[in-house]
């Protein structure tokens, strides 16, 4: 009884008894301009469009004298000049608890998924500063991803925030459902921004399945939603991480993808009358990356640990989202074309990728042991064409040799199916076998 009195009076103690309103005098393209209501930058607003299904929110995304520029969370069929505008007093927030495991939200919190509405007395906006850099706990300790390829030679650690780099259909999100199954981590939280909307319940049943469902949220919006609803979700999801990062727990942040984030930010501020700057990405677009990423990490309480897919328009990995997201983050993974069409999943392309935070989550041996496999995958490479064609002849060279011997027990090492469970015991035992280094019980 005092928790559903409590609920209704934390409803009031937010409810605004003053309302400011203001009328709808343009509409353009994706903006929406009034005169009025008074309010701040990224202050929530209601469109009241009789001739819509229901009201219509917004955001105030610029102010020009008593010009309020507003952008939709959702489609502006009805609007029409002279609608209604009344100003919330507030900014984008999400309710949070422990109820949230196993939803779906969609970019304003808020239960898309038939179950009911979710209890959340606790409320975390949007829009947040990341901890602060003296207060992080060092990333020493590794995460478990599931995943031979990453645990094994690309370690990640808790905190860390890796890149998933790949061009369309190489495997992206397949990768992701194999981390959310099979990761260590307390809980995930998925936020899939800007997909096609055949491929949302494809992840939640496939890919996620309903063990990685049970310990999982997921925020979701599709691709035909407004640029302003794909970007807040990206928002709302990190926030939703940060809850439970707070709560003292190990979070893993599964985003895809930050392509589609930066499009929706570019989208927006070409509409607001920002101009275009490198290949027609507007400058808030490398402005807000940053704000967004820093969030992830470690704090003084807990981690989140943040796999981010960056889609790469024709391969291009020096496009400018890549380049600068790369710079940002603490590793990338490559995921290649070539390995794809060869039938190797996951296709992560080993030497292309890196985690700068390896050696530090790692033993020596285990270090040593990732290393030597580096090394005979990159001297095969080197050779390859003079093996494929046999020009070369063994006991030429003792590591050309070596890589030839060691090759298809690394390439079975590094492919893996889609429900395949690998433990960090058994990935370590597998590496023991390949280089004959000794990984102690220590460093699993």
């Known amino acids: 009884m005092e928790t559903l009195v409590k609920k209704y009076l934390d409803t009031a103690a937010r409810v605004d008894t003053i309302k400011c309103v203001g009328h709808i005098s343009r509409v353009q393209g994706l903006l929406i301009e009034s005169r009025g209501p008074v309010a701040v930058i990224g202050e929530m607003c209601r469109i009241e469009a009789p001739k819509s299904p229901g009201p219509i929110f917004a955001e105030v995304v610029g102010l020009n004298s008593e010009i309020v520029q507003l952008m939709p969370y959702q489609e502006t ?53 990341a901890p602060d850099p003296l207060k992080r ?10 995943v031979r390829a990453i645990d094994g030679i690309l370690t990640a650690g808790k905190g860390q925030r890796l890149g998933i780099f790949a061009g369309s259909g190489v495997g992206k999100s ?17 936020a899939l921004i800007g997909e096609r909307g055949r491929e949302v319940n494809s992840f939640i049943e496939n890919d996620l399945g309903p063990e990685g469902l049970a310990r999982s949220v997921l925020v979701v919006t599709p691709s035909n939603s407004p640029p302003l609803s794909r970007l807040r979700g990206a928002y709302i999801a990190t926030a939703i991480a940060e809850y439970f990062r707070d709560q003292g727990k190990d979070v893993m942040l599964l985003f895809d993808s930050i392509t589609r984030f930066a499009r929706a930010m570019r989208e927006i501020g070409l509409a607001t009358g920002e101009p275009p700057a490198t290949r027609g990405y ?14 992830c990490g470690t704090s003084d309480k807990g981690t989140i640990t943040g796999f981010y897919t960056i889609l790469v328009d024709g391969d291009d990995l020096d496009e400018p989202v890549s380049d600068t997201v790369r710079g940002i983050l603490d590793g990338h993974i490559v995921l290649s074309r070539s390995l794809a069409r060869a039938y190797h999943y996951p296709a992560i392309d080993v030497l292309a990728s890196v985690s700068r935070l390896a050696p530090a989550v790692s033993g020596p041996a285990t270090t040593k042991a990732a ?17 494929n064609v046999g020009a070369y002849h063994a006991g030429a060279n003792k590591s050309i040799d070596d890589a030839i011997a060691k090759h298809s027990a690394i390439e079975d090492f590094l492919i893996q199916e889609i429900g395949e469970k690998a433990p960090f015991s058994e990935t370590a035992q597998k590496m023991s076998e390949i280089t004959g280094i ?6 699993l």
């Open 282 to 295: 507007t400058p808030s677009v490398f402005d807000q990356m940053p704000r967004l990423l820093e969030r």
């Open 174 to 190: 397949t990768l992701l459902g194999m981390i959310a199954r099979n990761t260590n981590a307390d809980v995930n939280v998925v």
């Open 371 to 387: 290393g030597s496999i580096r090394r005979s995958m990159a001297v095969y490479a080197e050779n390859s064409d003079l093996i």
């Open 137 to 146: 706990r060092p990333v020493n300790e590794r995460i478990v991803t599931g």
């Open 438 to 443: 000794t990984i102690p019980p220590e460093e």
């Open 77 to 129: 069929d009805g609007i029409e000049v002279g609608n209604r505008v009344v100003a919330s007093g507030s900014r984008l927030d999400v309710g949070v608890s422990d109820k949230l495991l196993g939803r779906v939200l969609d970019a304003r919190g808020r239960p898309i998924d038939d179950k009911g509405e979710v209890e959340a007395s606790i409320r975390y906006p949007a829009l947040a500063h």
